[in-house]
């Protein structure tokens, strides 16, 4: 209860900037929240052992056999073969594409919120900074009460630098994690797509049978 009273002090002292500010910190905590929640659970739905029984029936030339191990599966590594496996009658190469760019997208999500969070919240610092100093300005020469507005002022604009590069560290920190996190799912993405690619033209070379799925049986997973 002190210390709500204490937050509750000082975000008045901040003065009005501290609003926009408190709206930054609530989608700052919301979109780390998400996204730590959402990694979380895609590492709980990696299937590293069924990726390498896919890749075996494929280079064995069994395709039906890998898209049916592939089929229904919750990794994104795995959905994306599935998807280029069954899709495949234009072009291999572009159906993985598109099935990368959708667990990509997924998983860049919030990435751009945060981000301008980062640049958002210590410029809405510097404005309550400069906002402070201002009223300092203004009430120097006013005899009544001169050293509380000084103070006060000067309260103000530290309280808001303050907050606002809580905020942007909050932010920052995570959304480096996650972009880190999003380069190796693509990195993983596009390694497991090359491999694909190469595996099927080398068993068709061995004369292993063309792929050829039953239109009816195949249908994206999404979450």
Known sequence: MVLANILVEYFEKGGPVMWPMLVAAIVAVAVVGERTFWWIREAFRRDPGKLERIFAAIENGDFAGAAELAKGSTDPVIRMI????????????????????????????FLTVMDTLVTLAPLLGLLGTVSGIFRTF??????????????????????????????AIVALIPFNYFTRKLAQLQFELESAATNLDVMIKAAKKRGADTMEFRQEEVSVKTD
Request: proline content about 0%; glycine content about 16%.
């Open 82 to 109: 599935w998807h280029g496996m069954n899709h495949h009658h234009s072009s291999l190469e572009g159906a993985l594409q598109v099935a990368a760019g959708v667990e990509l997208q997924k998983a860049g999500r």
């Open 138 to 167: 203004l009430s120097i020469g006013d005899v009544e009460l001169a050293v509380e507005k000084v103070t006060g002022g000067i309260g103000e604009a530290l309280i808001a630098t303050m907050c606002g590069l809580a905020i």
